[in-house]
């Protein structure tokens, strides 16, 4: 019977073309998001260790301070490592950060890319492969630039124009194109400014240092001249060339993992989704062939016969599906890529990389979940005995259904404890605890869901179906009727749903948690910004402070040192608090000047400091600096664990590091307020970056971000909901082809064709309602339990996007009407006769 049964399970598949389409796309979707989410990460990660394998390419020694953040190498010390026997090129270190100004006269937006200037190494200094001019010269005299192509062309600039460039540090600088050279790799975004030696230093250096310098060889090896710089210079830390690139591949390797886990969070999302749909499938694949089934076995078919022909049937499937998955998940990689390009975020362009891995794994999951799922429907299949099933169209037992709810109402009660206990901490155990609660509760849903469908759904349908009458009422009968069905098919959207309610109250949270903040403790008229990455160009604060009404422009950095041997953040400011920030003073005086220091009651608390107690201050370069507790103040997130002046500041950063965060601007009393802030574009102009905001525009900025963060999940899990609707339309269109003799009597009775329409409509409305307000109830208690435990980070208001809940309510109705649009219209085609006659 082993190969009649074969020819049974292939003429099968090819006599339901429709079927198989429908099977096949389900697999699809389970398999494209995995394929795609590894083509994508293979990517970046081909295209990064490319970048950084040519970025200390020539590179045998490199020789660093110490610590991180310090001052860096002596240029005292050049002599000496030149003087090493066994080296043939040295060279510093010479960049920074900057602003090049487009053709346009705006700044060049390099989205996450880096911007930066660099000193021009002559080819016979290089250590690598030198710098290729494809247009121009190199610069020879200060005031001369050479860009990267990437950057002249997204620019508009070519040989010869004239531009500026900001140096935080140093401000705007006149400069003249001379030249345009190639990069290995367009990386998008990537600003590179190569300006004359001597200049560079200027504009990069405090003129004695350089964050470290490369070393070339000659004759020896890497680790022989490792040992040899080592023992002259003993105070330095000296690394050979394969370190160095070893240590930057493997940052970009963990700064990818983040995102490899990220995206295959989404994907594991997507084929667990996926898995529903295909088990859905099958499970309804089986119940319309268990006449076809039993006739098998009442002919001579066994048991294990019957159930080899529909695990066979899956297998096919599988393999078809899983390798169309694949393919879609290339696109999918490239859509991606495209998404995040469109938000400027400076991915390196490159190939897109399909690594066997990649194909291996996609066609083992898509195969796997599509067998084991089909495994149980058709184990099921075999054991009902023929006569039974040439009986009843369905068989379905309530005993496995009470088995299930009881579990599933365990699992609610635990899930449910564990989400509260975790909710009243914070930190990492009390998340965890959180994490456990809603898996918990995601399996109580998922064993429940078909005892909880037939009340919640016939509820919907009372008040959504209602005015609809028969078509109604006979709508929703269809939806409670199968409630496994029903709950299968929703439980695809609860998943989408519930993540982007989950994700929308940490951004309600995170955005009423930041307004709240600066409500309460920013008292400023007005706030200077700068881009993330440099801040606000130092000489900005100066600037302000002389425009006409300003009480004070009071600049805010962020202090990093080491106290009692433990590296700690702390605040500095350049003024008073009194005026820009509101805070409550304990005991002692909030006066910030010389040596004085105000610290936090909990700082204070924890680290047995009182007024009076002197605190030393250790930077990086190991230098220390005593400070006087002068002040405590009640615990502040703007403020920190402590605060010192701006003298301070100086003395323990080093000057190539030294950065704003934001300008505090404090109006006189009786100053226009209006007529100041164009005051302030206008002395501010200069430094072409900085933006001046009152209180409310500071809080929507800080919005913007976290909305743009939030953009990218959304898209991400918008292709999950996509998948969640293409397996509603999957189960409707599978529905119509099982009840196709019931459509047919319908219609022999006097339905009409609009009517039929009708119902499909209302039933997938009501499926895809009750999966969605199942999946948002979930998301809003999560999205609950997570931000309650991140209250010490700074989310301290826990926030409901009330509007956004709505409006996924509603629209989930609409994707129910056009989930149903072509199942509906393959109803409605439904020819009576033929249908009740089983042809």
């Known amino acids: 019977m082993a190969s009649p049964m ?28 995995v394929a795609g989410s590894f083509v994508f990460t293979d990517t970046l990660q081909k295209t990064f260790d490319g970048l950084f394998a040519d970025a200390a390419k020539g590179v045998d020694v490199r020789v660093s301070g110490l610590e991180e953040g310090s001052s860096g190498v002596p240029l ?181 993992s983040f995102m490899n886990y990220f995206l295959l969070a989404f994907g594991a999302i997507a084929l667990l989704v996926g898995t529903f749909i295909i088990y859905n499938t099958f499970s309804m694949i089986v119940a319309q062939r268990l006449r076809e089934l039993a006739l098998l076995r009442a002919i001579g078919a066994s048991r294990k016969q019957v159930g ?72 099921r299949a075999a054991k009902v005995p023929p006569v039974a099933a040439m009986r009843e169209e369905f068989s379905s037992t309530g005993d496995s259904l009470r088995v299930r709810t009881l579990v599933g109402a365990i699992a609610a009660v635990v899930g449910g404890v564990l989400l509260l206990v975790g909710s009243r901490g914070t930190g990492g155990g009390a998340a965890t605890t ?40 006979l709508a929703r009968t269809n939806a409670v009727r199968n409630p496994r069905r029903t709950a299968a098919t929703a439980f695809a959207l609860t998943l989408g749903l519930m993540l982007v309610s989950v994700i929308g109250v940490f951004g309600a949270s995170a955005k009423e948690s930041v307004n709240s903040l600066v409500d309460t403790g920013v008292s400023a008229d007005y706030i ?35 106290i009692d041997d433990e590296a700690q953040m702390g605040t500095a400011l350049s003024g008073q608090l009194d005026g820009v920030l509101d805070y409550t003073l304990a005991e002692g005086s909030a006066e910030l000047s010389g040596s004085n220091m105000l610290v936090s009651e909990t700082t204070a608390a924890e680290k047995g400091w009182r007024l009076g107690s002197p605190v030393v201050l250790t930077d990086r370069d190991g230098e220390q600096v005593t400070t006087n507790v002068t002040g405590v103040y009640a615990d502040s997130q703007l403020l920190g664990d402590w605060v010192v002046p701006e003298s301070v500041y100086e ?28 005051d302030l574009a206008a002395a501010t ?48 269109a599978l529905s119509v082809v099982e009840r196709r003799r019931e459509i047919g009597m319908l219609r022999a009775v006097g339905m009409q064709r609009p009517q039929v329409r009708r119902t499909i409509y209302l039933e997938s409305v009501l499926i895809a309602v ?60 439904t020819k009576p006769l033929e249908a009740i006659a089983g042809v």
């Open 528 to 562: 200077l910004l700068g881009p993330d990455s440099m801040g606000v160009p130092l000489g900005a604060a100066a600037a302000a402070k002389e425009v006409p009404g300003v009480a004070d422009a009071v600049a805010l950095h962020g202090v990093s040192v080491k």
């Open 308 to 379: 080899r022909s529909v695990v066979l049937e899956a297998l096919i499937v599988g393999l078809i599906g899983s390798a169309l998955g694949i393919a879609a998940g290339v696109g999918l990689a490239y859509g991606l890529r495209a998404l995040l390009n469109g938000f400027d975020v400076g991915l390196p362009s490159g190939p897109l990389q399909l690594e066997p891995r990649t194909v291996i794994v996609a066609l083992a999951v898509g195969v796997l979940v599509t067998v084991v799922s089909a495994y149980a429907p058709a184990r």
């Open 770 to 829: 009750f999966g969605a307000a199942v999946g948002v109830l979930l998301g809003l208690a999560f999205g609950w339990g997570f931000v309650s435990t991140l209250a010490d980070e700074g989310l301290d208001v826990i926030a409901v996007p009330w509007g956004q809940v709505v409006a996924m309510l509603l629209g989930s109705a609409v994707v129910g009407v056009l989930a149903a649009l072509w199942p509906a219209a393959r109803a409605a085609r």
């Open 6 to 33: 074969r020819k049974v399970s292939l003429r099968n598949l090819a006599a339901h073309k429709v079927r198989l389409a429908l099977t096949v796309l389900s697999v699809v979707l389970g398999t494209a998001f």
């Open 434 to 473: 959180v994490g456990l609660g809603a898996a918990a509760l995601i399996v109580a849903v998922l064993l429940a869901a078909p005892a909880l469908s037939r009340p919640v759904v016939g509820a919907l349908g009372a008040v959504l179906a209602k005015p609809f009458g028969p078509v109604g009422r």
């Open 76 to 256: 005292t010390d050049l002599p000496t490592l030149e003087a090493v026997d066994g080296v043939r090129a040295v060279v510093p270190a010479v960049d920074g950060p900057i602003v090049l100004l487009g053709a346009d006269k705006k700044p060049l937006q390099s989205g996450g890319a880096p911007s930066i200037g660099l000193s021009y190494i002559p080819p016979e200094q290089a250590l690598g492969e030198p710098d290729v001019m494809v247009a121009g010269a190199p610069p020879a005299a200060p005031g001369q630039i050479a860009l990267n192509e990437g950057a002249a062309r997204k620019a508009g600039l070519a040989v010869g124009d004239r531009t500026q460039v900001l140096v935080p540090t140093s401000g705007v600088i006149d400069v003249t194109v001379s030249g345009i050279y190639e990069t290995p790799s367009d990386t998008g975004g990537f600003v590179g400014a190569l300006f004359d030696g001597a200049q560079a230093r200027e504009l990069f250096t405090d003129g004695s240092h350089v964050d470290y310098i490369d070393v070339a060889g000659t004759g020896v090896s890497q680790s022989e001249l490792r040992d040899r710089v080592a023992a002259a210079l003993p105070d330095l830390k000296v690394d050979t060339g394969d370190q160095v690139r070893e240590d930057v591949k493997a940052e970009v390797s963990s700064a990818l």
């Open 685 to 732: 102009d200069k430094f072409l970056v900085v933006q001046v905001k009152d209180r409310e525009e500071f809080k929507g900025s800080q919005g913007k971000q976290i909305d743009t963060l939030l953009a990218v999940l959304y898209g991400l899990l918008a292709l999950a909901i996509v998948i969640a609707i293409l397996g509603i339309i999957n189960t409707l």
């Open 651 to 678: 003395q323990v950063t080093p000057a190539a590091v030294r950065a704003v965060w934001a300008v505090l601007i404090e109006a006189q009393p009786g100053a226009d307020l209006a007529t100041m802030r164009s």
